[in-house]
């Protein structure tokens, strides 16, 4: 008999221990609930590098709010200063995530294809080529 309860004080306590481990893990949230928060969730850009150096002296694109909303919709918003008085206001499209690849889509414009490098709750840091050089484009949560 004492065998017995030997084994089932030994068997509780390491049940015990393991739900006691498992309430401590949390799964990160997937990188589409972070991008989209969930519903939707606006970014605007705070940087942009192209091999190491910054280009992002352009204030057309300092005021531009990228949403990505749950269901894959993206909007593009060109904010009160445009880069190109004829630009549409709004451009409107899709995005999708593949691992680490962003592929956003824009109105009638081709596929734009964006490595994740770091994404959070408040912060996208994305990398693409462009003209053989490497761009690094950082958001902010809004």
Do not use: F, I, M, W
């Given at each position: 008999m004492k065998k017995v309860h030997a084994t089932t004080l030994a068997l509780t306590a390491l049940l015990l221990a393991g739900t006691t481990a498992?309430?401590?893990t949390t799964d990160p949230a997937p990188q589409g609930d972070l991008l989209?928060?969930?519903g939707s969730k606006t970014w605007k850009v705070v940087s942009i590098t192209k091999d190491g150096s910054d280009r992002f002296q352009s204030s057309c694109?300092?005021?531009?709010?990228?949403?990505f909303a749950a269901g894959n919709a993206f909007?593009?918003?060109?904010g009160t200063k445009k880069c190109?008085?004829?630009?549409?206001?709004?451009?409107?499209g899709t995005w999708?995530?593949?691992?680490?690849?962003l592929s956003v889509k824009q109105g009638t414009?081709?596929?734009?294809?964006l490595e994740i490098k770091s994404l959070s709750a408040s912060h996208l840091v994305v990398t693409n080529d462009m003209d053989g050089e490497k761009v690094e484009t950082t958001f902010a949560a809004q």
């Open positions: 498992c309430e401590n989209s928060g969930g694109r300092a005021d531009n709010l990228y949403t909007t593009l918003d060109e190109t008085a004829t630009d549409p206001q709004r451009l409107t999708s995530l593949s691992n680490s690849v414009r081709s596929y734009l294809y």
